[in-house]
């Protein structure tokens, strides 16, 4: 056993952490490891349905004039609600990433799901622009909390030989809602049911039914990783001991194997943002920074501009692209639930270096249809590989950082895909326009994609199967 700076002195406290630490990694993968992993997800779901109904919901603002005549400099129109979007999900992840940290991990996922419910409720009220753009930064910051510390919540919880299939469950039931959204966008955005506009009823749809996952938030125990690194190693006991009870149920009172010896952290080092900057964590953030401000060109870019882009392919209408868009976004579920099938196997950097190629290559291939079927064949594959990038880089970026700093890393790195969508979505209108439609937007996809092989491909360390606690030395 060894502690991460080789320094510390290994003593009675360091033993117990060590000792809490080897029982979580040496746990089966039973249900009640399974069920904790899928009530996160359900705060997530809601989460991915308030943000990807931003794309399925601006034809109907535009088609209400909620947008019309609403500017701020580079930013107007459908371009505004889209930058109030990410820069809110910015402000929660680059300024308020460290609150799980300082807090915890319990607490800030359920405070932070309540605080994006209300936001997103108030947007659907709204009457002018400015009031739904307003409304929809707030929305944002609660978001981006929430992206965090699931993130994080996940990584700690689950035991070291299951995390890829966990982050590949979690995102194969956050994604689940994708179809939902677009499917309740296609059927009501084009009207007003009640006398109400249809993206009014999207929106209040989305917050209200995330309330209900805010009663289930009692059958998730806080993070014993975190705990410990507070100082609190008794409540960590405790939390261990019934995840243990609970598991060792699942196989009918058969007893769980003897845990191995297990790194641990230094107990006595308190987070700091400064810690990141320091080796070998340093490389880690300039390569996540990297990686994060140029994925998003991959993954949003599709996912915001599908309507768009397969009505400017073949000519149809508001309702025709609507449901194309659906049938594609049926898909969504799919590339994480493909991924745990392989997640464990393959290291994860690999995976989102493969991932990112597909994406450029299917992408260029999409841009050069003309006919529905092959456009939503291309769609559905370029729909699997980021669903393929999103699951692995949740997981990876999670994995590179010690507990005490794990959440305030993540927000900081993860802020840099959130600023780059901000103008992301400028920079794909721009190419739309000028460069030939889609053929100009997957050009620049593909260009942001052999940035992210590259950051990558030969900057980022293995982390698969190994304990937290090894990777962060």
């Known amino acids: 056993m060894s502690t991460t700076t080789g320094t510390a002195p290994f003593g009675a406290e360091a033993q117990t952490a060590s000792a809490i630490l080897a029982r979580l990694d040496r746990l089966p993968a039973t249900r009640h490891i399974w069920v904790m992993v ?25 088609k209400s004039g909620m947008l019309t005549g609403i500017a701020f400099g580079i930013f107007s129109g459908p371009a505004l ?38 936001a997103t409720l108030v947007m659907a009220f709204q009457h002018t622009g400015w009031g739904v753009c307003l409304w929809r930064m707030i929305a944002g910051i609660g978001i981006g909390v929430e992206l965090v510390t699931i993130d994080t919540y996940v990584a700690e919880l689950v035991p070291k030989h299951m995390r890829g299939r966990a982050f590949a469950f979690n995102q194969c039931v956050t994604f689940t809602v994708v179809p939902v959204v677009a499917l309740l966008a296609y059927i ?44 609190r190693l008794h409540e960590a006991e405790i939390i261990t001991t019934r995840i243990e009870a609970k598991v060792v149920a699942d196989r009918g009172g058969e007893a769980l194997a003897q845990p191995a010896a297990h790194d641990v952290e230094d107990l006595s080092a308190r ?29 949003y870019g599709f996912a915001a501009w599908v309507p768009t882009l397969i009505a400017k392919q073949i000519g149809i209408n508001l309702a025709g692209s609507l449901q194309y868009a659906f049938i594609i976004a049926i898909a969504n579920p799919f590339g994480p639930l493909l991924a745990m099938t392989f997640a464990d196997k393959v290291e994860r950097k690999w995976q989102l270096v493969g991932a990112a190629i597909c994406i450029a290559v299917f992408g260029v291939l999409f841009s050069q249809q003309s006919t529905m079927a092959l456009l939503i064949l291309f769609g559905v594959l370029i729909t699997l590989s980021n669903n393929i990038l999103s699951y692995s880089f949740h997981s990876y970026q999670s994995e590179l950082f010690p507990t005490r700093v794990r959440a305030r890393a993540v927000g900081f790195t993860y802020a840099f895909s959130r600023i780059s969508t ?43 199967n190994l304990e937290l606690e090894k990777i962060s030395h």
């Open 422 to 464: 901000v103008f992301a979505s400028f920079i794909i209108g721009f190419f739309f326009a000028h460069f030939n439609g889609t053929t100009g937007v997957f050009g620049l996809i593909a260009f942001a994609m052999l940035m992210v092989v590259l950051s990558i491909g030969i900057f980022g360390p293995r982390t698969a």
């Open 38 to 62: 899928a009530l996160l997800s359900l705060g997530g779901m809601f989460e991915f349905y308030d943000l990807f109904m931003t794309g399925y919901i601006i034809p109907g603002l535009v």
């Open 271 to 299: 987070g700091a943002f400064s810690e990141i900057w320091r080796p070998p964590y340093r490389s880690r953030t300039i390569m996540l920074m990297v990686f994060q401000f140029f994925q998003t060109f991959g993954f």
């Open 188 to 231: 009501l955005v084009p009207l007003k049911p009640l006398g109400w506009d249809g993206w009014r009823w999207v929106v209040a749809i989305g917050a209200v039914g995330a309330l209900f996952v805010w009663f289930l938030r009692r059958a998730i125990p806080e993070s014993p990783r975190w705990l410990l690194t507070h100082g």
């Open 81 to 118: 609600f889209v930058a109030s979007t990410f820069f809110g999900l910015f402000i929660g992840t680059f300024v308020f990433g460290f609150v799980a940290d300082k807090y915890g991990r319990r607490a800030i996922f359920t405070f932070s799901m309540l605080a994006y419910c209300a």
